[in-house]
């Protein structure tokens, strides 16, 4: 046999270990992930910068557990991190359904930062609440009768206001 040489950015021995615990069973598998948690982060480029606000730390600590590191910080790369295809498509469909939000898988290769992941679930949010407060404009237009549109229209432009008007 000729000598191989094996280049991982995980340790190799959980990576052999997570791979026949799930031959054995999910159980197995969930106390090697918990065990998991321990390691430290890798030495990257960037230096650590701790979570700003409730959706960075949120996104943190789902890599946290998915990853297995103890700390991770806003500009570290997922993929710098250890993270893969497979962990990529599990962040997303977790992130999809804690923030309520559609998430394009193809948009996390774009942003595999925690900072910049932050930035697309605000935007998506944002869309979100504005298409709601819109909704809920039109619905109410829609409750007005012929007569209250008229006076409406009769006012000034600069007295009309948003979610009603002065009179």
Known sequence: TVPQVIVSTQDVSTLIQRKNL????????????????????????????????????????????????????????FFELGGDSLFASQLVAKVSKIFEIELPYKSFYSAPTVAELASIIIQKLTQQTDQEALAQALAEIEQLSEDEVQSILALPTNSIELGGYNE
């Open 22 to 77: 799930l031959k054995s069973g999910e159980d197995e598998l969930k106390q090697v992930s918990q065990a998991k948690l321990n390691y430290q982060r890798p030495p990257l480029a960037n230096a650590y910068i701790p979570p700003s606000n409730e959706i960075e730390h949120t996104l943190t600590e789902i890599w946290q557990q998915l990853l297995g590191i103890e700390v991770i910080g806003i500009h570290d790369n």
